[in-house]
């Protein structure tokens, strides 16, 4: 069984910045943030491989974001830049073997959540 904590969250304006974390039970596996808005489908944000640290990116938010980790402390990190009112969202990431993959129902593991709101 695979655990994932998510923190981070918060309000925030638009412009801000604001750092996830996701930390993960065990070892090996390929990151991916996710996010859902009311009434919206969850969505592919980011995601990082675990050995090559490959990276994936959704192109509402390249440029702004950045996903990376350490594997030593079994920690993904979401750094999100200009923030802006369509950020808004519960961040979710979730763990698979392979990866990053873009597609929700392909995962078994997924953390609680965190709430980012972004005012304007």
């Known amino acids: 069984q695979v655990q994932l904590v998510e923190a981070g969250g918060g309000v925030v304006q638009a412009g801000d910045s604001l750092r996830l974390s996701c930390a993960c039970s065990?070892?090996?596996?390929?990151i991916t943030w996710f996010r859902q808005a009311p009434g919206k489908e969850r969505e592919f944000v980011a995601g990082?491989?675990?050995?090559?640290?490959?990276?994936d990116y959704a192109d509402s938010v390249k440029g702004r974001f950045t996903i990376s980790r350490d594997n030593a402390k079994n920690t993904v990190y979401l750094q999100m830049n200009s923030l802006k009112p369509e950020d808004t969202a519960v961040y979710y990431c979730?763990?698979?073997?392979?990866?990053?993959?873009?597609?929700?129902?392909?995962?078994?593991?997924w953390g609680q959540g965190t709430q980012v709101t972004v005012s304007s």
């Open positions: 979730a763990a698979a073997t392979s990866g990053p993959i873009t597609v929700p129902r392909l995962y078994d593991y």
């Open positions: 065990r070892r090996g596996y390929a």
């Open positions: 990082i491989s675990w050995r090559t640290t490959y990276t």
